[in-house]
């Protein structure tokens, strides 16, 4: 639950630090106090839209902080794990927003720097806000599908319909691509089997250019070739002063005079070495000679094969290296684009298996839903009749369009329909009820909606809620959520907003609830009552909480609610005698 909150130059804010407490905590205070400002302060540390203007005047930030405790399993455990946030208590949770003048404003949680998106879906797992323009959310469809799941206590279904539309949505929109692409994949595959011949037909082999202009060079220069190589055999060995006959009478020589000076012996040893190398250039020579012909022949086969390198490096890349790479991918590919039939064919299948079992699941959850829709149709007529609006009729109606397209939450459209007064046909909420019949009709299902998932989940397991599922705003205290109602009394008063006051009090017994009211009605049956005021200081406006603790603080503001700010004994005995009768 909620159990702090401070906030600094927020507004009307200076500086205002609240501990909050389970059960009904309620704020009153005259029009233009900052009421409802605390409640917008609790939604900006809950990632709620930051703007500068709401910096106080003259100062260059503002912050909020907010601190959750949960005496239990807390129900932003999963949350934490997955966005590896420390702990810093034992079952604590701090959330900090601060804003400054330029713009920027920075969240944190648990002192750890968080995206405002990760925040918002902590927050669904913590309060569940019901500001002036809530009534408007719940004239949208999707929110209506939304509550009626929450009262069903689906969770767990609607993962398994989420996760399966998902696949078959995307099996579908594959199967739809191969079809529309068969005449751009008929010409793919004509051109990457043409280029695959070709490049089979070629055989490259790596380095073959390479060793192709060498054996060119050599062709194209036969005569000079032969000239060069008999001249250097002639001077090497074949004429007479070659230089192996002068290395041999050299080596004789030093091999004389190794018999009389021991240290000419390595000299001797590498005039033979360098012999025995001369001579092997000799022998290389002399086959070089034998082997080098002129072989016009091979030159044009030469010359041919490198032209078709040449066209290739041109078509498919600058290497040969690069040509075979391209070959494997071509390859590759045409074997893929050869095989779409059988690819397809296989996805048809699979795409069939998964409509089937998404069908199936759809069925089972259109049948849990229209079963808690007459479940919740009767509760909240019997909670209507609770807030004086006994003759209320109130439908939870499906639509039965058999072209309802799928989605992830399966294949119902429902409306919520009212008729507030007898005679009157079901209409939607947003064509006929007025402000004050909204606000109890709102806090009906949200008090229907946490009965029915409390039912479900204590019952035999069956789909327990889990934290971050679409439900992770339900009325129920058993994940120690915080209900926020800012101004559920608008429209209202007398005796209706008694019976408000009556369910808002049994409501908390579910659910830590924080209500902003103008009425005494309701007022009377806090747990916690604070009192919200404007002050002057040192000549600015500043919002002022105090917590009224003793009867006489509370009857005086109960008597301050009823008459104005011209407080008569009348009054005084009113406030005292609606506490006493909501203490029994």
Known sequence: MLAEIHIQNYALVESLSLEFHSGLNLLTGETGSGKSILVDALGLALGGRASPEMIRTGKDR?????????????????????????????????????????????????????????????????????????????????????????????????????????????????????AQNEQERLRAVDVLRFQVDELNRANLDPGEDVRLEEERCVLGNVEKVKAAAASAFANLYEDEGSALALLAAVEKSVEELARYDASATAQREALTSARRALEDVADFLRDDLERIEADPARLEEVEDRLALI????????????????????????????????????????????????????????????????????????????????????????????????????????????????????????????????????????????????????????????????????????????????????????????????????????QAQVLCVTHLAQIACFADHHYQVEKSEQAGRTVTLVRSLESSKDRAEELARMLSGSHITEAALKHAAAMLKLAAG
């Open 62 to 178: 503002a912050s909020v902080t907010a601190i959750f405790r949960a005496g239990g399993e807390a129900p932003w455990q999963t949350w934490v794990e997955e966005f590896g946030v420390s702990a810093i208590g034992e079952g604590e949770l701090i959330l900090r927003r601060e804003i400054q003048t330029e713009g920027r404003s920075r969240m944190l949680v648990n002192d750890q720097p968080m995206t405002l998106a990760a925040v918002k879906e902590l927050a669904r797992r913590l309060v569940d806000v019901h500001g002036q323009n809530e009534h408007v959310v719940l004239f949208a469809r999707e929110a209506q599908l939304e509550l009626l799941d929450q009262a069903a206590g689906v969770e767990r279904l609607l993962e398994d319909i989420g996760s399966t539309y998902k696949r078959f949505s995307h099996l579908r929109r594959e199967t739809g691509v191969l």
């Open 310 to 509: 040449g066209r290739l490096k041109r078509k498919y890349g600058l290497t040969i290296d690069d040509i075979l790479q391209f070959t494997e991918r071509a390859q590759s590919e045409l074997s893929e684009l050869e095989h779409a039939d059988e690819r397809r064919s296989g996805l048809e299948r699979e795409l069939k298996a998964a409509e089937a079992e998404y069908a199936e699941l759809a069925k089972q959850l259109s049948a849990k839903r229209r079963a808690a829709a007459r479940s919740m149709e009767k509760m909240v007529k019997e909670e209507l009749a609770q807030l004086a609006m006994e003759k209320t009729r109130f439908e939870i109606r499906f639509s039965d369009d058999p072209k309802a397209e799928p989605g992830p939450a399966g294949i119902d459209q429902i409306e919520l329909l009212i008729a507030a007064n007898p005679g009157e046909d079901l209409r939607p909420l947003e064509k006929t009820a007025s402000g004050g019949e909204l606000s109890r009709l709102m806090l009906a299902l949200k008090t229907v909606v946490g009965r029915m998932r409390d039912r479900v989940t204590s019952g035999a397991g069956k789909n327990p809620a889990q934290p971050g599922t679409r439900s992770g705003n339900a009325a129920s205290g058993g994940n120690g959520l915080t209900l926020v109602f800012d101004e559920v009394d608008a429209g209202i008063g007398g005796r209706v907003a008694e019976f408000v006051g009556q369910r808002l009090k049994a409501l908390s017994r």
